[in-house]
């Protein structure tokens, strides 16, 4: 499974950025998908997780009413809408797909295959 995530860049703060994460080379309906994030000098964080079916969403609470994460099984891509966003958002943003599991996930650990990473600046 390889998953290419895009729609990083520079915004303001207030700004908003999609990003995409398209995956590869496996049955993407299935997986239960997340994205997460690292700051500079920072461990990963969860920020957002979606079911295999798009029903069932979680978010962190840092992001909660200002990112929505979504997902389009016909374009095998999720997709994470940032709203609103704050300087204390920027870092590399990761999506995540775990192979087997009917709900979302919150664990880095439960994941199987990682993106390489998209770069969010907000400059205040």
């Known amino acids: 499974v390889q998953l290419v995530e895009s729609g990083g860049g520079l915004v303001q703060a207030g700004g908003s950025l999609r990003l995409a994460c398209a995956a590869s080379?496996?049955?993407?309906?299935?997986?239960?998908m997340g994205w997460f994030r690292q700051a500079p000098g920072k461990e990963r964080e969860f920020v957002a997780a979606?079911?295999?079916?798009?029903?069932?969403?979680y978010h962190a609470d840092s992001v909660k009413g200002r990112f929505t994460i979504s997902r389009d099984n016909a374009r095998n891509t999720v997709y994470l809408q940032m709203n609103s966003l704050k300087p204390e958002d920027t870092a590399v943003y990761y999506c995540a797909a775990k192979i087997l599991g009917g709900n979302y996930y919150y664990r880095d650990s439960e994941y199987d295959y990682w993106g390489q990473g998209t770069q969010v600046t907000v400059s205040s």
């Open positions: 080379g496996g049955t993407f309906s299935m997986y239960p």
């Open positions: 979606i079911n295999w079916t798009g029903g069932r969403t």
